[in-house]
């Protein structure tokens, strides 16, 4: 196991690499920063040459990648075009964010799994039909239409909930936003798992478990469940960044200074370093729940081993 995690840890460096050149390469050489400092007029030359050498775009795009790589590795991120430095921002965005994530994953682990076995196991019943009818209206109904319609009933009709959430927000008051930003996500879980159990019900194993006389929660939980979770497992993993990047929508209803509101700000005002630095985060919230999800693998299934 610890050899398998050496190689997987070194195989992430390339691939970190990559898709932070990219993402650099992206930003910086397709979109215009000086441009959106000046904001509706043109900046004359004097300005851009003065802009351009303040934030050292004035060098090559190789040099300004290695320059930003050397100082992402000593945790300096960048400073915004406003003169804020990008941890300052990350160390408020992300940890509200971090939060809703979590609920989000809460609820697609409970409730979406749940439905999902009692779905697989009563297949082609009125509770099956109901289930599946349900998550494709989910799936349907874009986030910002959930989220507007809970916030307009929940927050301003009924006054159940803070119509807008404040940055320092608790779980509680994350519920709500964690459930429209868990809805899509949540249905295609409900439907995975299903899927997973209805199969998995008809194997070799299963049958075995049942005919040597073992409870019916023991064979489900211990044996049907474990093999039936390991897609599961792989979507909800690489959905945890999904999630926290594409949180910008939920964050926009609900008025959540997190990670997508700053991506947002700093895609419409052309801020190269907040729309880099964070999203270089986000590509290593990435690859660590890959890695997450393929050690839960040993978890589930005894019969996988990394040498």
């Not at 970190?16 to 979109?31: H, K, Q, R, S």
């Not at 979406?112 to 099956?128: E, Q």
Request: glycine share 10%.
């Amino acid at each position: 196991m610890g050899r398998y995690v050496v190689r997987r840890l070194l195989q992430m460096i390339p691939v970190f690499i990559g898709a932070t050149l990219l993402i650099f390469l992206m930003v910086n050489v397709m979109g215009d920063p000086i441009a959106g400092l000046c904001g509706d007029k043109q900046c004359d030359p004097a300005t851009t040459a003065q802009l351009e050498k303040e934030f050292g775009l004035d060098k090559p795009v190789w040099q300004q990648y290695l320059t930003y790589m050397g100082n992402v590795f000593t945790g300096d991120f960048g400073t915004a075009f406003n003169g804020q430095k990008v941890t300052e921002l990350m160390r408020t965005a992300f940890p509200v964010t971090i939060r809703l994530t979590i609920v989000a994953i809460l609820f697609e682990i409970v409730i979406g799994i749940t439905l999902g076995v009692i779905t697989g196991l009563r297949r082609g019943r009125p509770v099956d039909t109901s289930v599946l009818l349900f998550t494709l209206v989910v799936i349907s109904v874009p986030t910002f239409v959930t989220g507007l319609l809970l916030q307009l009933l929940l927050g301003v009709e009924w006054g159940w909930i803070k119509p807008s959430v404040s940055t320092d927000a608790g779980f509680g008051e994350l519920i709500v936003p964690g459930l429209v930003l868990a809805s899509v996500s949540l249905a295609y879980v409900t439907r995975l798992t299903r899927t997973s159990i209805a199969e998995n019900k008809r194997s070799d194993y299963v049958r075995t478990a049942v005919a040597k006389g073992l409870p019916r929660r023991r064979v489900i939980t211990r044996h049907l469940l474990r093999n039936s979770l390991i897609p599961v497992v792989t979507f909800i993993g690489t959905d945890i960044g999904a999630l926290m990047g594409g949180a910008i929508v939920t964050e926009r209803i609900f008025n959540i200074h997190g990670v997508g509101f700053q991506l947002y700000q700093g895609i419409l005002r052309q801020n190269t370093q907040t729309v880099v630095g964070f999203v270089t985060v986000l590509v290593l919230v990435f690859l660590v729940a890959n890695l997450l999800v393929d050690l839960l693998y040993a978890v589930l299934d005894p019969r996988i081993r990394y040498a």
